[in-house]
Nanobody, 126 residues
Framework: QVQLVESGGGLVQAGGSLRLSCTDSGRTDSSYVMGWFRQAPEKEYEYVGSISKSGGITYYADSVKGRFTISRDNAKNTVYLQMNSLKPEDTAVYYC???????????????????WGQGTQVTGSS
């Protein structure tokens, strides 16, 4: 069973950087397409980006492209979200997600991700 745990959230000034980590503590043998979503107060979930099982392919939302980078270390069962040039509008709870193991394609649809972490708060101050 996939069990995702995020860490690394916090308060950062505009223009600053932060790195989120997501570890699968379920110790499964399968590899998963991983994604990041975020939810700002009183707003819908927003897709941030995703990464393929091997880590060789990434895809980002236009709102973060060029500023955020997703990577993974499969030996550590960990995915990272490096956030640079943070803006106040990046303030949200960030969720790490995983698609079921049988899927290899990246997706920007929330419904395609079956496993979710508990979320970690990121606050960008102006």
């Amino acid at each position: 069973q996939v069990q995702l745990v995020e860490s690394g959230g916090g308060l950062v000034q505009a223009g600053g950087s932060l790195r989120l980590s997501c570890t699968d503590s379920g110790r499964t043998d399968s590899s998963y397409v991983m994604g990041w979503f975020r939810q700002a107060p009183e707003k819908e979930y927003e897709y941030v980006g995703s990464i393929s099982k091997s880590g060789g392919i990434t895809y980002y939302a236009d709102s973060v492209k060029g500023r955020f980078t997703i990577s993974r270390d499969n030996a550590k069962n960990t995915v990272y979200l490096q956030m640079n040039s943070l803006k106040p509008e990046d303030t949200a709870v960030y969720y790490c997600t995983a698609r079921p193991a049988r899927f290899s394609g990246l997706s920007d649809q929330k419904r395609d991700y079956s496993y979710w972490g508990q979320g970690t708060q990121v606050t960008g101050s102006s």
